[in-house]
């Protein structure tokens, strides 16, 4: 997160990363939440809630971009958050842009108190779990992985990565959302990527300071890395961090683990019902409308 001139200086700065992770033949790719309130820094409006709205004009311009690199770059890109403007209600979305051109996406669920107050941001309604080439995944927005029964849902689902993008301010903050990925990795036998913002945004009200310690999470158990870290950044460091991670030893991981979550949970005890929204909305790979983007804050 740095102070930028125009959207050319972001569109650059965000191709970087992905020609490197092209250069280490990555299939996936996560960006932070709210990545692109870096443009804030370009708005004439310093409130934040005008702010927010006048971001909206640079909404077609990240979604055919960062739609250009994945293809490009042959990626799926998760390219962090974008706040959107979907029938008057302002909405924290996480974006998956297939390699193939495709777009899916999937509306932060839990909303903090300070993203209500600040920006009046909306929850979405409906956890997806998303079809790539690589297999089921599933996005949680930084809060949201600190609510064990979403991630439940998605691998009840079949996702086999979940991809936490998360914006926090201090290390409190990265620490709740970095301690719940950790547990959603262990407790239901996945991968569990966290991406954070790090870097300062002075002129940005209430986006001025930023902390995270991006990691690669996986099971705890022999087949897997001793901490349960495949890798991770230096803290409050911008860098790319890479791990190849072995879908098959999850499969291997449920049927002959040293304990397996999955298998034995006590249905005979307890349940997990969804409730499905009355009126579903726009299923994940609905065309993208223009619309607002704009911001979060502490979230995590």
Known sequence: MRQIGSFDDFRRQTEYFADVAADHLADFVLFPELLTTQLLSIAPERDPARAVRHLATFTDRYLNHFRDLAVRYNLNIIGGT???E???????VGFLFRRDGTIARQPKL?????ERRWWGIDPGDQLHVMETDEGKIAILVCYDV??????RIAVDRGARILFVPYCTEDRQGHLRVRYCAQARAVENEVFVVTAGTVGNLPQVENMDVQYAQSAVLTPSDFTFPRDGIAAEA???VEMVVLADLDLELLRRQR????VRQLQDRRKDLYQLTVHEPAQAPPPPDASVPAGGIGRGAPHG
């Open 82 to 84: 974008h706040i959107v």
């Open 86 to 92: 979907e029938q008057g209600l302002l909405r924290n």
């Open 110 to 114: 839990h909303i903090t108190p300070n």
């Open 146 to 151: 600190e609510f064990p029964e979403l991630a």
């Open 234 to 236: 230096n803290p409050n």
């Open 255 to 258: 049927r002959l683990g040293s």
